[in-house]
């Protein structure tokens, strides 16, 4: 009997078993075999995956190339987190708590990330450096991953700031270089499919589609990482002594275009640029547009030299300080009477200047200032370069010829007032300027290398060998830019201290103060321009701006190996303060 029973139950389990995996292989054929496309397609996709394989951003080096690199990428990790397998393992409180120790972030954060049970990816933090990411992996914590990725490093911060730009966190150039030759820079990322396990663990041997990528080309600039450092040092002076608003610079070779160095103040820390306001963020060298003042009469008295109205030895009354046109004061800064057109330039005299405008007349005045870069773009390989602001003769008032020669009613960005002098400097040849020299790919390939670009011949040679002599006498005794002078070189240039306007004016007490000016003047290599808006207590671009020049210089033509020439004999130190 007992026998009998067991072999009924041992039949019955036997049976039941069977009934269980005959209903079980009913179900899997069922569930696969079956109108279930829906469920297989998600549970497909959900196996498979595709990503994309960053790569390096290129390099920007300063003109010495990879000796001298700018920004760079550094190599980091994104610490991301499967919720379901979190959520699978009952692990949440004890990920979050062990993520927000590492990564320095509120508990409570790392928590809402994590309990999101129906989605497959979360993001814990961004940009975690390597080091911080292997202590990370090696506790193994559930359903914890991390994706490789870039993040733009600026190895000296602030410096150069206006020129290199930033890359933000979508990776996309957004200032500067990095904006213009982002096409270059970036690269062409690469794409990995395949498919993982229920763990999400990669299969390596079900890897599909694998097309590596093209790393990004590296960037050289015209710019010397050198000069740069003593023009920021100098503007960093000028902004402390001054207490000023902003003030900017731009060394360029005049034969070539070659921007040697463009410093603007304030500046800000590329490697924090999200704090950093629009105002700090602002290339003032192209992008801000002032009223240059006196600066502007040198392209006066070369045009009018030019079309042979003057010579440098004629002669105009300055009307002792005051001269009337259209019922409307003209004045000196001193009263002066007659003087020679050398003479004129050299005392920057208002009443000369605009004399001498009348003669030339609105047409030829607007076609010279144009074709010396006035009112339009240089096209400096830079974005935010502003046009400045020049009208046409059919919008100009009675006064306009004999107030925008000395520089009002019309205005321009530092880069443009550069240029007039760089034309002078260079025989009447207007250049392009550029910071870019050349572009190579990760292969070693040149994809871009600058050349010298002439944008439009401006002047004779002989007049603008006549400008050079005249401008060397502004920075003589007696001239208005003597603080300009450099030990043992002839410096040509002149000085601007312009009122900004105001509604209904120009301001009593705001100025732009600037010198503008190249050497040796006997065969220019250089042009620099320094201008300071609104310095405080002293507001003349001699008394201000012509000392900064002279610094800058000094020490530059000593940093490139360019050889005195003449002019103040070496050791008869000037002093600027005086």
Aim: aromatic content about 6%.
């Amino acid at each position: 009997m007992n026998n009998r029973k067991m072999a009924l139950r041992f039949v019955l389990s036997a049976v039941l078993f069977m009934l269980t995996m005959l209903g079980l292989g009913c179900r899997l054929a069922f569930l696969h075999l079956g109108p279930h496309a829906e469920y297989r397609d998600s549970i497909e996709r959900r196996r498979q995956f595709e990503k994309e394989i960053t790569v390096r951003r290129g390099n920007i080096c300063d003109r010495e190339g990879r000796h001298n690199i700018l920004a760079l990428d550094l190599a980091v990790k994104d610490v991301c987190a499967d919720p379901t397998v979190v959520a699978k393992k009952d692990a949440v409180l004890e990920v979050a708590t062990r993520l927000s120790e590492h990564l320095e972030l509120p508990i409570d954060e790392v928590a809402v990330k994590l309990n999101r049970p129906k989605r497959l990816f979360s993001r814990i933090k961004r940009f975690v450096p390597a080091d911080l990411a292997a202590a990370i992996e090696m506790e193994k914590l559930p359903g914890v991953f991390f994706r490789d990725a870039n993040v733009r490093y600026y190895p000296h911060h602030s410096f150069m700031c206006h020129v290199l730009g930033f890359v933000n966190h979508q990776g996309l150039g957004s200032a500067g270089v990095e904006q213009r030759m982002h096409k270059h820079l970036k690269g062409s990322p690469g794409v990995l499919e395949g498919q993982v396990d229920a763990l999400r663990h990669e299969l390596y041997l079900q890897r599909g589609r694998h097309i590596p990528g093209m790393e990004g080309s590296d960037v050289q600039l015209t710019l010397d990482q050198n000069v740069q450092h003593i023009v920021e040092k100098e503007l960093d002076g000028l902004m402390e002594e001054y207490k000023a608003k902003g003030a900017w610079c731009i060394v360029q070779r005049v034969r070539t275009g070659e921007i040697l160095a463009m410093a603007s103040r304030p500046a800000y820390d590329l490697n924090d640029f999200g704090t950093a306001s629009d105002d700090l963020r602002l290339n003032r060298a192209i992008g801000s547009v002032y009223e240059p003042g006196s600066t502007m009469k040198a392209a006066l008295f070369a045009a009018a030299l030019n079309e042979r109205i003057i010579t440098p030895d004629d002669v105009y009354s300055c009307e002792n300080g005051i001269w009337y046109y259209k019922r409307r004061p003209l004045r000196d800064s001193h009263p002066y009477g007659d003087l020679t057109v050398e003479d004129g330039l050299k005392k920057s005299s208002n009443i000369m200047t605009a004399k001498i405008s009348l003669e030339l007349g609105n047409e030829r005045l607007h076609r010279y200032l144009s074709a010396f870069g006035i009112g339009k773009r240089l096209g400096v390989d830079l974005p935010g370069e502003e046009a400045g602001i020049f009208a046409p003769t059919s919008r100009w008032s009675s006064i306009s010829p004999t107030r925008i020669p000395i520089g009002q009613g019309v205005a321009v960005t530092a880069l443009q007032m550069l240029g007039v002098y760089c034309t002078i400097a260079n025989d009447g040849y207007l250049m392009r300027p550029h910071v870019i020299k050349r572009v190579t790919a990760a292969d070693g390939t040149v994809v871009y290398e600058a050349e010298p670009q002439v944008l439009a011949r401006v002047i004779r040679p002989d007049t603008a060998a006549t400008m050079r002599r005249m401008l060397v006498r502004v920075t003589e005794d007696g001239g208005t830019g003597r603080r300009a002078r450099v030990d043992g070189f002839s410096v040509a240039g002149k000085t601007g201290t312009a009122q900004k306007a105001i509604p209904g004016g120009y301001s009593d007490t705001d100025y732009v103060a600037s010198f503008v000016g190249f050497l040796p003047a006997e065969n220019p290599d250089l042009a620099i321009i320094v201008s300071v808006d609104e310095p405080q207590k002293y507001h003349g671009g001699g008394r201000v701006a012509a000392p900064a020049f002279s610094s800058i210089a000094t020490e530059v033509v000593c940093c490139l190996g360019i050889q005195p020439t003449g002019g103040i004999p070496v050791g008869a130190r000037y002093d600027h303060r005086l």
